[in-house]
């Protein structure tokens, strides 16, 4: 469940850095209504990670948070902001999935 609970925060972090790349692109109210999001997905992304770090130790834990959220926001940043999809960036980008299935791996 702890696993499953940290997957839910790394995507609320990814959430969060796209509520920032939105607000980036937005003005008035609207720039607010972005900003909000980004506090509410910051919230919800904290309190998940601290939750799981009660039986997930803290170094596999974070690095998988920050793994699933960097991959995320770089999705993210190709489907909708557009960000170029060069062939070292997908291969890195696959090299830290990689690295992200093999730390819950040798954390069991």
Not at 67 to 81: H, Q, R, W
């Amino acid at each position: 469940m702890n696993w499953i609970l940290l997957v839910v925060a790394g995507i609320f972090e990814v959430a969060f850095a796209s509520c920032l790349g939105k607000a980036k692109e937005s003005s008035g109210q609207t720039m607010w209504f972005w900003y909000v999001g980004f506090l509410i997905c910051l919230t919800i992304s904290m309190v998940l990670l601290v939750k799981v770090t009660k039986d997930i130790p803290i170094g596999t834990a974070y690095a998988v948070w920050t793994g699933i959220g960097a991959v995320g926001s770089v999705f993210v940043g190709i489907f909708i902001f557009h960000e170029p999809a060069t062939f070292w960036r997908m291969f890195f980008l696959m090299t830290l999935i990689a690295s992200i299935v093999g730390l819950k791996y040798v954390s069991e």
